[in-house]
């Protein structure tokens, strides 16, 4: 047993596919779907087994929250099985932003993980979904050859960043920018006050906004615009990750000090924050329109999500960013923060 409380009753019945795989050296393996917890538990010990048991017991945890929740679906837990024991797995994952996110398949033997990618071809094609996402961890042995033959790019490094809530740097005498931001930046202002706040209510003017803001981004610029927008709006909301308190629209005011043009207060980007539970809260999507990039923003916009945070009495506030987005990482340390993990992301796109 893996030591999680489980709903017994939630775990469907295993769905096994008609197809088996031989294997030269050993005489039968079998995949299956929807598993039973305790198979859930054995995937999960072969496939984070280099991680230190403290690590374990938290990825472990992840995984059973996000399977608890339904973020992520029985029928997308891939078990291979040899005479009815687990021998290796593959765990997927649906996300707001339109991917199937997986953290790389192991086996505990010498089997071959190719039966695993055609599955998860096929189930990643049954959701419309662009591409397959594939994250290693930094001390995760990574058979690459094996990742590329089936259809996998390298695309970059991305850095797991934290940081302890409310501490901030003044942003005055900032170097490589092109203008300080002084009076850029008129107003936070939140999608709602009311968590019940509908969605659909500002909708048009928040999804025209996120799109300005994804036009040439600089965190991995390969997936840009793969998904639409409005999917990825859907996507949050139908897993409950709409955050109406914690979403922002951010004004600013364009001045013949800052550019050579003059407008008034206007939209220049968005912020959105997450609740991660009782010690932190994620930093999960920032973005500026592009003529206002370059000027020193990024250091305004975080440190009032680190505030925005510690008022909510989160100890630690949690990013992602792609390590080649030079801009973001050097804004994010500038404010504290400090990668903890490494992750390689490689993608297939389909």
């Given at each position: ?24 050296k ?57 005479d ?57 042995p ?90 990825i ?35 220049i ?28 923003l ?15 009495g ?37």
């Open positions: 047993m893996c030591g999680i409380t489980r709903r017994d009753a939630r775990v469907p019945v295993p769905r096994r596919f008609a197809a088996a795989f031989i294997n030269k050993f005489k039968f393996m079998e995949i299956i779907t929807c598993p039973s917890a305790d198979m859930i538990c054995d995937v999960v010990r072969i496939i984070f087994e280099h991680l230190s048991e403290a690590e374990f017991a938290i990825r472990k945890k992840l995984i059973f929250d996000l399977v608890e929740s339904n973020a992520i679906q029985p029928d997308g837990i891939f078990v291979a099985l040899d009815g024991v687990v021998v290796g797995g593959l765990i997927s994952q649906f996300r707001p932003d339109g991917f199937v996110m997986i953290w790389h398949p192991a086996m505990s033997g010498n089997y071959s993980m190719a039966p695993f990618f055609e599955r998860l071809d096929i189930y990643a094609k049954s959701l419309n979904a662009p591409a397959i996402i594939l994250m290693t961890d930094n001390n995760q990574v058979n690459e050859p094996v990742i590329m033959s089936c259809g996998f790019l390298y695309l970059s490094d991305m850095l797991m960043l934290a940081a302890k809530s409310g501490d901030v740097t003044d942003s005055k005498n900032t170097a490589n920018i092109d203008v300080p931001p002084k009076n850029i930046i008129t107003k936070f202002e939140q999608y709602a006050i009311d968590k019940s706040y509908d969605l659909a209510v500002r909708r048009d003017e928040f999804e025209r906004l996120m799109k300005l803001t994804y036009k040439n981004t600089a965190d991995f610029p390969r997936l840009n615009m793969i998904t639409p927008v409005e999917s709006l859907d996507e949050y909301q139908q897993q409950n990750l709409f955050c109406p308190d914690l979403w922002f629209f951010i004004r600013g005011k364009i001045t013949k000090e800052t550019v050579d043009q003059k407008t008034d207060d206007a939209y980007g968005v912020l959105l924050l997450s609740d991660a539970g009782a010690e932190q809260m994620e930093l999960t999507y920032m973005g500026l329109v592009e003529q206002y990039r370059g000027f020193g990024a250091d305004e916009i975080i440190k009032f999500a680190k505030l925005t945070s510690a008022k909510r989160r100890n630690f506030i949690t990013t992602a960013v792609d390590e080649q987005n030079s801009p973001a990482l050097r804004a994010y340390i500038k404010q504290g923060f400090a990668a903890w993990d490494r992750k390689k992301v490689y993608a297939k796109f389909l």
